[in-house]
């Protein structure tokens, strides 16, 4: 076998990590080829000389090194949208800040997107502003549950309970100097099932 050189092996192995680490699945031959500048065959041929060589597992699909094996389990890719208000309803405009991966086995299996807190509403719920809120995309809550309510085209951060006597939903605000907000309808757009709290308070 034609020598390999042991600077492009780094740099398959650095670009494999990295994208592992980020999206939670291997990179294709493709991917590698085009990241580190060589063609597909030649990124295969590294691959495979890799793996003989114990500095990563490589299967024809799936690549692991000694960093990506420690991600057992599931991994979903959630995206960072933006603040969602924590003190009135007001109208959010969702912008993806980045994609974060979530092993399931802290997380749970679901569909996933993150919002930053925005606001003093929730703090007694452990939810202050800056923190990363981990929510479950559904349309379904139970009572007493944390969701993103939709209410007259604009989303917040709330507790939400039914009322069966008066037909209400009460968004309620973990925050006892704020009243709680009754409505005639709201969208559930997510269930908070996590809080990431911002370091450095």
Do not use: W
Not at 56 to 68: E, N, Q, R, V
Not at 79 to 97: D, L
Not at 132 to 156: H, P, Q, S
Not at 165 to 178: A, S, V
Request: proline letters at 3%; glycine letters at 8%.
């Amino acid at each position: 076998m034609r020598a390999k050189d042991a600077g492009l092996m780094e740099r398959i192995k650095r670009y494999a990590e990295e994208y592992i680490l980020k999206t939670g699945r291997s990179p294709s031959t493709t991917k590698i080829a085009d990241a580190v500048g060589v063609s597909r065959g030649t990124a295969y041929k590294y691959l495979v000389a890799m793996s003989e060589r114990n500095m990563i597992k490589y299967d024809g699909g799936t690549i692991t090194t000694d960093a990506t094996a420690k991600l057992s389990g599931a991994v979903s890719r959630a995206a960072i949208v933006g603040s969602i208000p924590c003190g009135s309803p007001e109208e959010e405009q969702e912008s993806v800040e980045a994609y974060v991966p979530l092993p399931a086995e802290i997380f749970g299996e679901g569909s996933f997107y993150i919002l930053r807190a925005d606001g003093d509403s929730m703090i007694e719920a452990g939810i202050a502003s800056g923190d990363l809120v981990v929510i479950e995309r559904t349309d379904m809550a139970r009572d007493g549950d944390i969701v993103v309510a939709l209410v007259d085209n604009e989303n917040t951060l709330k507790r939400i309970f039914f009322d069966k006597e008066t037909g209400k939903t009460i968004l309620h605000p973990e925050n006892r100097r704020l009243s709680d907000i009754a409505v005639d309808y709201c969208l559930v757009q997510g269930v908070a099932r996590s809080v990431i709290k911002r370091l450095g308070r």
